[in-house]
Every structure is written in structure tokens, then in C-alpha cells.
């Protein structure tokens, strides 16, 4: 049995054949947070804290990382 490859439109396009491992990261990245949303500022504060991290704060966690809307909001 063979499975056709589906190319789905409405995501970010794949990175090029001689992209950089910085930009497929990034293509992936934005093909999964099209797909699936991003985490909120909350989730990455969970995470911080259960693995002992200090907080950087808001702005640096957005800087760092794609942020969704707060749930809660």
C-alpha cells in the first residue's frame, strides 16, 4: 500500500531543500503552531517553574518562543 504525500495549503510552506537548521526549525515551528497553536505565557510559566527554572519574564519568553492567546482571556 502507498501513501500520496497531502500538501496542505493553509500551513506555512517547507523549508527549501538548502535551508539552514535555524530555518527549518523556524518553517517547523510555524508549521506546528499553524496546525496546533502556540502555548500561552500561563504554559510556559508551568513549565519554568516544574522544571526549576527561573523566570525570565514576559517579553524574554515571547522573544524566545511563539506565545498564543491566553486561554483565560
Not at 535551508?19 to 496546525?35: H, K, Q, Y
Not at 513549565?47 to 492567546?69: F, L, N, Q, T
Request: one cysteine or more; aromatic letters at 4%.
Amino acid at each position: 500500500m502507498t501513501r500520496r504525500h497531502q500538501v496542505d495549503d493553509s500551513l506555512p510552506p517547507l523549508p527549501s531543500p538548502d535551508a539552514t537548521d535555524a530555518e527549518r526549525g523556524e518553517a517547523i515551528m510555524a508549521r506546528l503552531v499553524a496546525r496546533i497553536g502556540a502555548p500561552s505565557l500561563e504554559d510556559y510559566r508551568r513549565a519554568y517553574a516544574g522544571c526549576g527554572a527561573p523566570w525570565p519574564g514576559d517579553d524574554e519568553i515571547r522573544r524566545r518562543h511563539p506565545v498564543g492567546a491566553d486561554p483565560a482571556a
